[in-house]
């Protein structure tokens, strides 16, 4: 964009944040030297949320392909210079990502798969992601309260229990408004892959 990127990313040996401050602290570097200045380059911290679903990570995807267009910058998702669109198509990018993952989403046969895409990123739509709605957050002590409340003092102790009444448990918490899986992986030690299976 013209003031803001967005970018999503899958988070894997390191944090989002260890991320992002690699990757502003290049590009600051290359940015100041390339045009000879010093000093910061980004104001504020960045915003993140998790994207803990098939379905929001497809939202999330297209509102960023949209996001010019819907701020008058582009006339269509085909027409934004500074995106990865194309690279979905098979086109030449600017950036190196992986496209197999979301495009698998819509088909295993590529044609067809980047078709689906191609339709999807073009849907007229109200999605609403990261600051365009306030997102209501639970704190940890918070859920250890309601975990207490259920009769469990600590979230270890799930760890111990038999699995079907691990996951009703489990369940229960994902249902809570504000509750993140990475949140619950933290207070109970269960994995996230585990806590994320559960449905």
Known sequence: MDNHIHLLI????????????????????????????????FQDRF??????????????????HQNPLKAGLARNVFDWKWTSF???????????????????????HRNEAIQL???YMQQSNDDQC???HVK?????????SYLNDLGFPNGS??????????????????????VSIRQLARITGISKSVIDRVR
Do not use: C, P
């Not at 993140?48 to 960023?64: A, G, H, M, P």
């Open 10 to 41: 899958r988070e894997a040996d390191e944090t989002v944040s260890q991320t992002i401050k690699r990757i502003s602290s290049s590009f600051v570097y290359w940015y100041n030297s390339k045009y000879n200045r010093y000093g910061h380059l």
């Open 47 to 64: 915003k993140s949320e998790n994207v803990e679903d098939i379905r929001y990570f497809k939202t999330v995807l297209r509102y960023i």
């Open 86 to 108: 194309k690279a979905y198509l098979g086109k030449s990018s600017f950036i190196d990502i992986d496209i197999d993952f979301a495009l698998n989403l819509f088909s295993s």
């Open 117 to 119: 895409f191609t339709d």
């Open 130 to 132: 990261l600051d365009d």
């Open 136 to 144: 209501v957050r639970m704190s940890d002590s918070d859920v250890r």
């Open 157 to 178: 102790s799930l760890q111990q229990m038999e699995k079907e009444i691990r996951n009703a448990i489990i369940l229960e918490l994902k249902g809570l408004h504000g």
